[in-house]
């Protein structure tokens, strides 16, 4: 197990990494280390733990493809709210919390969007703790929007653009010196959080998730098919 950040100032670069076609390479979808959150009626959320999904689980918010492996995600403008301050999502969390200073961890996924909202906002992915978001990936028309907090104050970036056909590879890695790297299509972002910003218990998210106004009706909803999903963290 591992912990979450909370503070500081943090730094940023942007730089070209690999080209698209070197991020196309095969990545499966590895159900076995998340829980799915999904609404249960209007005012409930339901949590299926990962044993349950690797037997074949499926609903109007979740499916696999058992032939690809590929994960679909689905929100409900009716769906009820996260947090209380977000709109409709339906997530996959890590199974266990983990230290940012115990080692080095990420989680690497590709997508295809199959639906935006009507605002065409979506969110994609989160590193998040029980004290708030650290980092979040959004999709905003062709743009990819990395929103980071250090518990202080947020900085978003332009962290890279979708490919055509509405497809997106990310990767968000952290170190034990407390360096937070978001890689986006080939583009990869660093930041460097302080200490008091590292000390909480976290864990990653795959999201399919509104932002910000939202018809509340069953026909505004997003949906995502995760083509590759991983985590790992790297034996201490």
Known sequence: MLSRLA????CLTALATAPAQAM??????????????????????????STTLVSGYGSSFYGRNPQTGSITLQTDGLQPPVRGTI???????ENSAWYFQQTSSDMEAALHIDRFPENSHITIGRLTSQQGTI??????????????????STQNVVAGTVYPHQTVRYAMHTTPNGL?????????????????????????????????????????????????????????
Do not use: C, K, M, Y
Not at 7 to 10: M, Y
Not at 87 to 93: D, V
Not at 139 to 150: K, P
């Open 87 to 93: 709109a409709p999502e339906t997530l996959l969390r």
């Open 180 to 236: 937070l790297v978001i890689s986006v299509n080939g583009t990869a972002s660093h930041f460097s959080l302080p200490s008091a910003a590292t000390t909480h218990a976290l864990w990653f998210e795959a999201v399919a998730g509104e932002q910000g106004f939202h018809r509340p009706s069953h026909s505004d909803a997003a949906r995502v098919t995760f083509t590759g999903l991983q985590v790992h963290h790297q034996a201490a």
């Open 7 to 10: 503070a500081p100032l943090f």
């Open 135 to 152: 980092a979040e990936l959004r999709v905003e028309g062709d743009r990819v929007l990395a929103i980071v907090n250090n518990g202080t």
């Open 24 to 49: 196309d390479t095969g990545l499966s979808a590895d159900i076995s280390s998340f829980t799915l959150q999904e609404p249960a009626g209007r005012l409930s959320l339901h949590l299926v733990p």
